[in-house]
């Protein structure tokens, strides 16, 4: 098990890859984790997944990570802030249109990032914005890979309406998401007599 303290450069990030259980604390300054801000001195756990922490305040930061990992410095990828940015105006187009925001739908092979997405996605979306009415903050997230599913239990569809980011390394334990049992993900002779 490895304890390291890792400083963040402003616009800078570390992708950290852990082998098996792990934590990420944030020491000072600020961070994101998902698309979630991280709290000072709380503990995020983490297991057998990537994860990328950004610098997300205009000083440096400092987290401190301990588990059996790799970490890599890397720049803040643009990418999910501008999907993020086209969505966001697509939403508040909707709003003053009395229409309903965006629907998003993620489809790709296995593990290619298409949860982490939807997790950036829907937590920077949640976020508050100051200056706007808070419903315009409300995301449902909707989660159909029934395989490796992030809430609810393998098997089952889910969904959870968020009015906030989910923290963390902790996505869907305060939130109780509602869940219909699917079954397996292949069918067979065997599981379908």
């Known amino acids: 098990v490895t304890k390291r303290v890792i400083a963040l450069a402003v616009g800078g990030a570390s992708v950290l890859r852990f082998r098996g259980p792990g934590t990420v604390v944030l020491l000072e300054g600020a ?29 440096a930061a400092r987290i401190e990570v301990s588990g059996r990992f790799d970490a890599e410095e890397t720049v803040v990828d643009s990418g999910v802030c501008d999907i993020h940015a086209q969505l966001d105006a697509a939403r508040l187009s909707a709003v003053a249109n009395g229409g309903e925001g965006p629907v998003v739908l993620l489809v790709g092979a296995c593990d290619t990032g298409k949860s982490t997405l939807a997790l950036q996605l829907a937590n920077r979306a949640a976020t508050p914005v100051e200056g706007r009415a808070a419903n315009t903050a409300a995301v449902t997230h909707v989660e159909l890979d029934i395989g490796q599913p992030s809430m609810g ?41």
């Open 31 to 59: 961070a994101r984790c998902f698309g979630a801000s991280l709290r000072v001195h709380a503990m995020c756990g983490f297991e057998d997944q990537q994860v990328t922490v950004e610098c997300a305040g205009p000083a």
């Open 153 to 193: 239990c393998p098997g089952a569809l889910s969904a959870t309406f968020m009015r906030s980011p989910l923290p963390p390394g902790d996505e869907h334990s305060g939130t109780v998401p509602l869940s219909f049992f699917f079954g397996d993900k292949t069918v067979t002779p065997q599981s379908a007599p």
